[in-house]
């Protein structure tokens, strides 16, 4: 992932500033966002999907602890210390990204696209012909499956009918 965000190239999510103005672009190009909650949860989703054995070494969820207190300053200090180098996230947000998880491998379709031949996060670059500008794009997963080979994206919908899923997603 540090390769391919060392790239000096425009990816969708630069794109959509010119939407608004190139002043947008160009000051997110100087003064990155920091990632949202929404943001941090579909990475930890995006891992606990593509990479389950990463997820579960990388990531923790965070005990219920009230770190205002003496008593939960020091239960959370003793959870970091058990826990060293791993993305802590939300007890919450922890099951749900794991119920996500267990959803997609329980499908027998999607468990042979996850679990065939490919590669996970393939970076890819290109130099549009008309323009010149130079993009570039993180693909979930290129991968073998039925004697195919298949271009995943992962995508969450709380409504996976036809007609509610394409308007969900990107």
């Given at each position: 992932?540090?390769?391919?965000?060392?790239?000096?190239?425009?990816?969708?999510?630069?794109?959509?500033?010119?939407?608004?103005?190139?002043?947008?672009?160009?000051?997110?190009?100087?003064?990155?966002?920091?990632?949202?909650?929404?943001?941090?949860?579909?990475?930890?989703?995006?891992?606990?999907?593509?990479?389950?054995?990463?997820?579960?070494?990388?990531?923790?969820?965070?005990?219920?602890?009230?770190?205002?207190?003496?008593?939960?300053?020091?239960?959370?200090?003793?959870?970091?210390?058990?826990?060293?180098?791993?993305?802590?996230?939300?007890?919450?947000?922890?099951?749900?990204?794991?119920?996500?998880?267990?959803?997609a491998w329980a499908d027998p379709d999607a468990r042979g696209l996850l679990s065939g031949i490919?590669?996970?996060?393939?970076?890819?670059?290109?130099?549009?012909?008309?323009?010149?500008?130079?993009?570039?794009?993180?693909?979930?997963?290129?991968?073998?499956?039925?004697?195919?080979?298949?271009?995943?994206?992962?995508?969450?919908?709380?409504?996976?009918?036809?007609?509610?899923?394409?308007?969900?997603?990107?």
């Amino acid at each position: 992932r540090a390769e391919y965000e060392s790239i000096r190239a425009a990816n969708i999510s630069m794109l959509e500033h010119f939407e608004r103005s190139s002043a947008h672009a160009h000051e997110e190009i100087l003064h990155p966002s920091a990632p949202t909650k929404a943001m941090e949860r579909g990475t930890a989703t995006h891992c606990a999907i593509l990479e389950p054995m990463r997820f579960a070494r990388d990531y923790a969820a965070a005990p219920k602890a009230d770190r205002r207190t003496k008593e939960g300053k020091l239960r959370w200090a003793k959870f970091e210390a058990e826990h060293p180098g791993v993305t802590i996230i939300n007890a919450d947000d922890f099951i749900a990204v794991s119920r996500m998880r267990d959803a997609a491998w329980a499908d027998p379709d999607a468990r042979g696209l996850l679990s065939g031949i490919g590669h996970n996060e393939v970076g890819i670059v290109l130099e549009h012909g008309e323009t010149g500008l130079v993009c570039k794009s993180l693909i979930d997963r290129i991968g073998t499956f039925s004697g195919w080979t298949w271009v995943i994206d992962v995508k969450k919908t709380v409504d996976a009918s036809r007609y509610s899923f394409s308007k969900s997603i990107k």
